[in-house]
């Protein structure tokens, strides 16, 4: 029986049901918000955080429930009945449309007008200064004309906050929010939002970061396959007890025990540059087969450009790849593939899944030679087995391997692009932030993955923007700051107060720069 609504609440969402072919998404789950909170929502992948904003945002119709807004029932039909009612959302997954400019997304839908000669026509010198007004109440400073496909991730990330404040919501929901920001960006955005929640405002935040969500909130509710398991005032609860009730079991560490051994050079990288103007200079390094190493840095530091270089997508100006002790010319992914390097991209929507098939598809992608005759036709049942161990392996929650990939969570869509990679066998993998969006159980199980791969004397290059992740998971560490080397570590011995120097650390710049060698 459904609950009562309650005039504390400015959002209650009550008994709501959601089913999709072969899975209970939602099961009668309750959710009440009080104005002025930081209210984190928690949960695995799959648990139905996503699903249950999605209903209240108008991006999925429940099957049944109440959606009570101010003490009145509400019917959320679409997304701008959702705005229109005071109700904003950024998902995970952004949308940004690329080819045009930052002003025009935000103000979408709703360009503001000036009337001349009777005829009406979009005030543009209004809309620019109101748009530097919200960037600026989001901290970034960026031509308001700037066409959203030269931002960065986090830059698209940020104008989409300041799209959502444009609408004076008096509930705002964040889905991941701070998963492409650097510590700074983080920061400015904890600030706005605890600016609106002063201001009145609920903020529904959802992420996987434990440490973020015991500093921002101010409640907790977690789910767990589909059910809503509580909530709590989030002082009452540590971190260790968060991820209990998430998983439904004891985790005892964030991290499984490192037992590979790392062996002889496996990579070279050498005086590596791009040659794209403002992006990494004279980068070297070595990467030695069963070794882990992490790849540290603040965003701009030019991470995601180098590992794309030496996948062949970018551009190089000099330098040498070297691949156990022979020079490789690599101009495009496929001579990559061929040298048996593989990349997981940072972007898993746009340079990662093929959003039009089902996981299976998704899954044998990068190995269908393996599976193809000499008439390049690729034998079915021999791909379906590979993909379903592959799967299976992971453990990633779909129905069957039918399933479109977008019916999947953005975690599990991450695990089976991570499958891809594993079936392709590569000797150097190459990992982007390959845990963006993944709650701690299924970190703890993709960090186990590169673990085993390691002990079979894999080399393993992981960029990653947490610092715990980096020092937790890799053996050793390379720090790059605008685009340099700023030093080297050992993840066993350093600190993250060591790292974060290196990452922002000018007189290393000016040193690379003179020719010295810089190491920590």
Same mark, same amino acid.
């Given at each position: 029986?459904?609950?009562?609504?309650? /005039?504390?609440?400015?959002?209650?969402?009550?008994?709501?049901?959601?089913?999709?072919?072969?899975? =209970?998404?939602?099961?009668?789950?309750?959710?009440?918000?009080?104005?002025?909170?930081?209210?984190?929502? =928690?949960?695995?992948?799959?648990?139905?955080?996503?699903?249950?904003?999605?209903?209240?945002?108008?991006?999925? !119709?429940?099957?049944?429930?109440?959606?009570?807004?101010?003490?009145?029932?509400?019917?959320?039909?679409?997304?701008? *009945?959702?705005?229109?009612?005071?109700?904003?959302?950024?998902?995970?997954?952004?949308?940004?449309?690329?080819?045009?400019?930052?002003? $025009?997304?935000?103000?979408?839908?709703?360009?503001?007008?000036?009337?001349?000669?009777?005829? /009406?026509?979009?005030?543009?010198?209004?809309?620019?200064?109101?748009?530097?007004?919200?960037?600026?109440?989001?901290?970034?400073?960026?031509?308001?004309?700037?066409?959203?496909?030269?931002?960065?991730? %986090?830059?698209?990330?940020?104008?989409?906050?300041?799209?959502?404040?444009?609408?004076?919501?008096?509930?705002?929901?964040?889905?991941?929010?701070?998963?492409?920001?650097?510590?700074?960006?983080?920061?400015?955005?904890? *600030?706005?939002?605890?600016?609106?929640?002063? &201001?009145?405002?609920?903020?529904?935040?959802? %992420?996987?970061?434990?440490?973020?969500?015991?500093?921002?909130?101010?409640?907790?509710?977690?789910?767990?396959?589909?059910?809503?398991?509580? @909530?709590?005032?989030?002082?009452?609860? /540590?971190?260790?007890?968060?991820?209990?009730?998430?998983?439904?079991? &004891?985790?005892?560490?964030?991290?499984?025990?490192?037992?590979?051994?790392?062996?002889? @050079?496996?990579?070279?990288?050498? !005086?590596?540059?791009?040659?794209?103007?403002?992006?990494?200079?004279?980068? #070297?390094?070595?990467?030695?087969?069963?070794?882990?190493?992490?790849?540290?840095?603040?965003?701009? *530091?030019?991470?995601?450009?180098?590992?794309?270089?030496?996948?062949?997508?970018?551009?190089?100006?000099?330098?040498?790849?070297?691949?156990?002790?022979?020079?490789?010319?690599?101009?495009?992914?496929?001579?990559?593939?061929?040298?048996?390097?593989?990349?997981? @991209?940072?972007?898993?929507?746009?340079?990662?899944?093929?959003?039009?098939?089902?996981?299976?598809?998704?899954?044998?992608?990068? %190995?269908?030679?393996?599976?193809?005759?000499?008439?390049?036709?690729?034998?079915?049942?021999?791909?379906?087995?590979?993909?379903?161990? %592959?799967?299976?392996?992971?453990?990633?929650?779909?129905? /069957?391997?039918?399933?479109?990939?977008?019916?999947?969570?953005?975690?599990?869509?991450?695990?089976?692009?991570? *499958?891809?990679?594993?079936?392709?066998?590569?000797?150097?993998?190459?990992?982007?932030?390959?845990?963006?969006?993944? !709650?701690?159980?299924?970190?703890? $199980?993709?960090?186990?993955?590169?673990?085993?791969?390691?002990?079979?004397?894999?080399?393993?290059?992981?960029?990653?923007?947490?610092?715990?992740?980096?020092?937790?998971? #890799?053996?050793?560490?390379?720090?790059?700051?605008?685009?340099?080397?700023?030093?080297?570590?050992?993840?066993?011995?350093?600190?993250?107060?060591?790292?974060?120097?290196?990452?922002?650390?000018?007189?290393?710049?000016?040193?690379?720069?003179?020719?010295?060698?810089?190491?920590?």
């Amino acid at each position: 029986m459904t609950a009562p609504a309650s /005039s504390e609440f400015v959002l209650e969402m009550l008994g709501i049901r959601k089913e999709f072919p072969g899975v =209970v998404a939602l099961a009668d789950v309750d959710l009440r918000l009080r104005p002025g909170t930081i209210h984190a929502l =928690v949960g695995e992948n799959g648990a139905g955080k996503s699903t249950l904003m999605n209903c209240v945002f108008g991006l999925v !119709d429940p099957d049944a429930g109440r959606i009570v807004l101010d003490g009145q029932d509400i019917v959320v039909p679409s997304p701008r *009945a959702a705005l229109d009612a005071g109700i904003s959302m950024i998902q995970q997954e952004l949308h940004p449309i690329p080819a045009r400019s930052v002003m $025009e997304n935000i103000w979408l839908g709703r360009f503001p007008t000036r009337r001349v000669a009777g005829l /009406s026509f979009v005030d543009h010198r209004r809309m620019a200064t109101d748009t530097r007004r919200l960037l600026a109440g989001v901290g970034i400073d960026i031509p308001p004309d700037t066409l959203a496909e030269d931002l960065s991730v %986090s830059q698209v990330q940020l104008m989409e906050l300041a799209r959502a404040l444009s609408f004076r919501a008096k509930v705002i929901i964040l889905d991941e929010p701070t998963s492409s920001l650097s510590e700074h960006e983080v920061a400015t955005l904890f *600030a706005i939002i605890r600016r609106l929640r002063d &201001e009145g405002a609920a903020v529904v935040y959802i %992420s996987h970061k434990m440490e973020e969500i015991r500093e921002i909130s101010d409640e907790i509710s977690i789910m767990r396959d589909g059910h809503m398991i509580g @909530t709590w005032p989030t002082r009452e609860l /540590s971190i260790d007890q968060i991820i209990t009730r998430m998983v439904g079991r &004891e985790l005892t560490a964030r991290f499984p025990e490192k037992t590979h051994r790392p062996g002889a @050079t496996l990579l070279e990288v050498r !005086d590596l540059t791009s040659a794209i103007p403002g992006s990494f200079q004279a980068v #070297s390094f070595e990467l030695h087969r069963g070794e882990v190493l992490g790849i540290g840095g603040l965003v701009g *530091a030019q991470r995601t450009e180098l590992v794309e270089s030496i996948f062949g997508m970018r551009p190089v100006a000099s330098g040498e790849i070297v691949i156990d002790g022979q020079p490789v010319v690599i101009r495009s992914p496929l001579d990559a593939k061929r040298a048996r390097i593989a990349l997981l @991209t940072e972007d898993r929507r746009l340079s990662g899944i093929i959003p039009t098939r089902s996981v299976e598809e998704n899954a044998i992608l990068a %190995s269908l030679r393996a599976y193809a005759n000499r008439l390049g036709i690729v034998h079915a049942g021999p791909a379906r087995r590979a993909a379903a161990e %592959s799967i299976d392996r992971l453990q990633v929650r779909t129905p /069957s391997l039918r399933t479109p990939i977008t019916s999947l969570s953005g975690g599990n869509q991450q695990k089976v692009l991570f *499958a891809r990679w594993l079936l392709a066998d590569p000797e150097i993998l190459i990992l982007d932030e390959p845990t963006r969006g993944i !709650d701690v159980g299924a970190k703890f $199980e993709i960090y186990t993955i590169i673990n085993e791969l390691a002990a079979l004397g894999k080399g393993i290059i992981m960029i990653s923007s947490e610092m715990l992740e980096l020092l937790g998971a #890799s053996d050793r560490i390379v720090v790059m700051c605008r685009g340099r080397v700023t030093g080297q570590v050992d993840a066993r011995t350093t600190d993250q107060a060591t790292i974060m120097r290196l990452a922002t650390d000018v007189e290393a710049l000016i040193a690379a720069d003179e020719g010295q060698a810089v190491g920590a």
